[in-house]
């Protein structure tokens, strides 16, 4: 029996961001100051003003959250009314709310028409309550453990994207703006659908904003991007972002993780702990997590334990041990919980922190492993002639 509430919108979304709607005005929202600038421009704003207009518009939109031109009291009317007859600043629509019993809220947020992706606020982690975000819809990974890696990779998300799934939240838990001491969104996990670092461009121009002091000023040590081990681009991650990296391990050796997570085969352990040791900035105060995924039976033996102590020799590390969430027809089951308590306490006493995580929104499929939308990559040429069907049905 499910317990989830479904909780209507408080603020209904206005149109969604969709290019392909008629007529639809694009939105600022989760634009960066570089693309806020050209969109001043493009409304007749001097180029030699154009920087300063840029700088108030993000200063209003991440700092205040406006949903309104009219509230941008240091812009001149003329200016702000013709912004208001070429933007919107409309977040992407939110076609689904659930509440778990525990306070977890997962949004399932529509980017464009068929397209959706999920987004999930954990309250109580961290110094206050961690965002989820994801950065792709669908994935290419095909773990055998998680339920996103059952749906097909339908496309990356863009950097705006990836922003307005912040400003969702932060809409709906009313925390604008983001001087607001209370705020419950500290933290950023690049840890939703898809590979980060397999749209890396569009997650660093994200953090760009989400971090920038005068918009959302959500540290970038709290923020953590979290990859299966896309070894040739972790680096890059390091010094592009300056974030905290986690890593999706699962296993301790090549033969069972070729198994859990496919990539394996092409980036083996051996090569993903090198690049995990030249990580930029790497050190104990920043340490790499490793998350594990308790499967029963799999991964979840003593000798495992002390492999995985063994390969983490040396590196600065936390071990978050994950109690494996079912999801439909999942081949695995979850470790019990005395055998994970072992493995934990084996792991501890070799001197590494391994919290048991706590399943969080498991009632309502928001739990680590179970996102997923029901959206499927379509061929261009047929969303252009379902458009003309549309436009058609409806007389234009």
């Excluded at 102590?309 to 994950?322: H, S």
Aim: net charge positive.
């Amino acid at each position: 029996m499910s317990h989830a509430l479904n909780i209507a919108a408080s603020q209904t979304n206005a149109p969604r961001i969709d290019d392909t709607t008629p007529r639809a005005l694009p939105s600022l929202a989760g634009m960066g100051r570089a693309q806020l600038r050209e969109a001043a421009i493009a409304c007749g704003v001097e180029e030699r003003k154009a920087k300063m207009r840029a700088n108030q518009l993000f200063g209003w939109i991440y700092h205040y959250g406006s949903t309104s031109f009219d509230e941008m009291t240091n812009i001149d009317k003329e200016t702000r009314a013709r912004l208001a007859a070429h933007y919107t600043l409309d977040r992407p629509r939110i076609l689904e709310r659930l509440v778990s019993t525990d306070g977890t809220r997962k949004y399932l947020i529509e980017l464009s028409p068929g397209v959706e992706c999920e987004t999930v606020f954990i309250p109580d982690v961290a110094r206050s309550g961690a965002l989820c975000v994801s950065s792709q819809v669908g994935c290419t990974l095909n773990c055998t453990f998680c339920h996103t890696g059952t749906q097909a990779l339908v496309r990356n998300l863009t950097a705006a994207e990836i922003v307005a799934q912040v400003m969702i939240a932060r809409d709906d838990l009313a925390e604008w703006p983001s001087s607001n001491a209370d705020r419950k969104v500290t933290n950023i996990v690049f840890m939703g659908m898809g590979e980060p670092l397999y749209n890396l461009d569009n997650v660093s121009d994200s953090i760009d904003t989400i971090s920038d002091p005068e918009g959302m000023a959500i540290g970038r040590r709290r923020i953590t991007v979290s990859t299966s081990g896309v070894v040739p681009k972790i680096s890059e991650l390091g010094t592009r972002t300056n974030t905290m990296l986690a890593i999706s391990l699962h296993a301790t050796n090549d033969a069972l993780r070729d198994e859990l997570v496919p990539l394996n085969k092409k980036y083996p352990l051996k090569m993903l702990m090198d690049a995990i040791r030249a990580y930029p900035g790497l050190n104990n105060s920043r340490r790499i997590t490793f998350e594990y995924v308790m499967l029963k039976g799999v991964n979840d033996s003593l000798a495992e334990a002390r492999a995985l102590v063994k390969l983490l020799k040396g590196v600065p590390a936390k071990i978050n041990l994950i109690p494996f969430n079912p999801w439909p027809d999942s081949p695995y089951e979850c470790s019990d919980p005395a055998q994970i308590t072992a493995f934990a306490d084996l792991v501890n006493k070799a001197g590494y922190a391994s919290p048991i995580r706590t399943p969080r929104g498991r009632d309502i499929f928001a739990a680590c492993g179970q996102l997923r939308s029901e959206s499927k990559k379509v061929k261009a040429s047929v969303l252009k002639k379902q458009r003309l069907e549309a436009q058609a049905a409806a007389g234009e």
